[in-house]
């Protein structure tokens, strides 16, 4: 049974590969890139409509296949801003924004504030779709954003992002140490046993 990530963010198929023993096959090297229309309203509806998205496309292109279905809807939450940018994180920019430009937003944000830095934290719903149902679990974790970029590794608002018990940001520390201790780590730790159920359920 062939694992495809319904993504087109390549920081998240890179911490997936990274996080997966299994291999992990793109949606975009089976079906080419397209965008899919987000308008859930919680991350866990938003991860369904883009694994629900590419499973139907992979039946419809490779009836006879056997997939089954990963997505990631994730996103950073400022108590400060409401809660703000949270499932929007990806166009709080405007649509059509990029990495940095919501990055810098962030930060302006929070010097618009007062602020040097205040509580945030990282939600990420993973959705899973088989032909033996469908499946949410969630990861978050907690931490601060200060008001500058520092590193240049992981990808988003990790540049300006400090997890709880560390003194450097994301964009400081190596996708292993991220991985151990993310939102997205967390969440499909609690993915692999439906993966390994699913993978039992198909040989039987
Ligand atoms: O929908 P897909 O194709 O998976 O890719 P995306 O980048 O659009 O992903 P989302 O819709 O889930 O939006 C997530 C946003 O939150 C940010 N984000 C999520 N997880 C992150 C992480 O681990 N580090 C930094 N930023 C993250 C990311 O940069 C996006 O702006
Ligand atoms: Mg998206």
């Known amino acids: 049974m062939k694992l495809v990530l319904a993504t087109g963010n390549k920081g998240k198929l890179?911490?997936?590969?990274?996080?997966?023993q299994d291999e992990v096959v793109a949606f975009s090297d089976l079906l080419g890139a397209f965008d899919i229309v987000e308008d859930g309203a919680t991350f866990a509806e938003n991860a369904l409509i883009k694994a629900r998205t590419i499973y139907k496309k992979l039946k419809e292109t490779y009836p006879s296949g056997n997939y089954f279905v990963i997505s990631d809807d994730s996103g950073i939450s400022l108590p400060v801003l409401d809660g703000a940018p949270g499932i929007y994180s990806a166009r709080y920019a405007g649509e059509?924004?990029?990495?940095?430009?919501?990055?810098y937003k962030l930060i302006n944000a929070v010097k618009a504030k007062g602020l040097k830095e205040t509580p945030a934290y990282y939600t990420a719903a993973i959705a899973i779709v088989s032909q033996y149902g469908e499946y949410v679990v969630h990861g978050w974790m907690h931490g601060k954003v200060i008001d500058k970029v520092r590193g240049d590794k992981?990808?988003?608002?990790?540049p300006m992002f400090i997890p709880s018990g560390f003194e450097k940001t994301l964009g400081e520390l190596d996708d292993e140490v991220k991985s151990k201790i993310s939102h997205r780590?967390?969440?499909l730790a609690l993915a692999k046993p439906i993966i390994q159920m699913l993978r039992r359920k198909d040989i039987h």
Do not use: T, V
């Not at 890179?14 to 997966?20: G, K, N, P, Y």
């Not at 992981?154 to 990790?158: A, I, K, P, R, T």
């Open 14 to 20: 890179r911490e997936f590969r990274q996080m997966c």
């Open 96 to 103: 059509g924004a990029n990495d940095k430009d919501n990055l």
């Open 154 to 158: 992981g990808f988003g608002y990790d």
């Open 185 to 187: 780590g967390k969440a």
